[in-house]
């Protein structure tokens, strides 16, 4: 069985280790509290989607795995998320969102990053990596472990 985060907290809109500033609308948090492993939102331009994306992954970085997980960092925490859209511009809404939300509480390592509209790339304190990749890479992306 596959691993799933916890619910969110519907009061709080945060998970249970930090506090993202976020205040999701009730569709967006209606999918946040679904405890389906795979959701596929739909909507028009300017509906909440890529923030909605965004913030998921973002509470991601915090929830600690399982150790029957391979794909950790040291610390328990995922080690890498992947951000696929058709082309790189329409990956960065969501890890701007990502980036902002990680900014915010100071979780965004001081290392390496790349900020660019060909990809783009950030690692947290907790180690985790955070890449954009476009369906192009898809060859790459199923030959990485």
């Not at 069985?1 to 009061?11: I, N, Q, V, Y």
């Not at 967006?28 to 509290?33: A, D, N, P, R, S």
């Not at 795979?38 to 965004?54: D, H, M, N």
């Not at 960065?92 to 900020?115: C, K, M, N, Q, W």
């Given at each position: 069985?596959?691993?799933?985060?916890?619910?969110?907290?519907?009061?709080?809109?945060t998970?249970?280790?930090?506090?993202?500033?976020?205040?999701?609308?009730?569709?967006?948090?209606?999918?946040?509290?679904?405890?389906?492993?795979?959701?596929?939102?739909?909507?028009?331009?300017?509906?909440?989607?890529?923030?909605?994306?965004?913030?998921?992954?973002?509470?991601?970085?915090f929830?600690?795995?399982?150790?029957?997980?391979?794909?950790?960092?040291?610390?328990?925490?995922?080690?890498?998320?992947?951000?696929?859209?058709?082309?790189?511009?329409?990956?960065?809404?969501?890890?701007?969102?990502?980036?902002?939300?990680?900014?915010?509480?100071?979780?965004?390592?001081?290392?390496?990053?790349?900020?660019?509209?060909?990809?783009?790339?950030?690692?947290?304190?907790?180690?985790?990596?955070?890449?954009?990749k476009?369906?192009?890479?898809?060859?790459?992306?199923?030959?990485?472990?």
């Open positions: 069985m596959a691993f799933r985060k916890p619910l969110w907290d519907a009061e709080k809109t998970n249970s280790l930090i506090t993202i500033p976020y205040a999701p609308s009730e569709l967006q948090l209606q999918v946040h509290l679904d405890s389906t492993r795979f959701k596929i939102v739909v909507g028009g331009e300017g509906s909440g989607k890529s923030r909605l994306g965004g913030r998921e992954i973002a509470d991601w970085c929830w600690p795995l399982p150790e029957t997980v391979s794909a950790r960092t040291k610390e328990g925490f995922a080690s890498l998320f992947w951000i696929i859209g058709p082309d790189y511009e329409l990956t960065l809404p969501e890890f701007d969102y990502i980036a902002d939300s990680l900014s915010t509480i100071g979780a965004v390592a001081d290392g390496p990053h790349r900020y660019r509209r060909d990809s783009s790339y950030l690692v947290t304190k907790l180690g985790t990596r955070i890449e954009t476009t369906a192009a890479d898809a060859r790459k992306i199923a030959a990485q472990p």
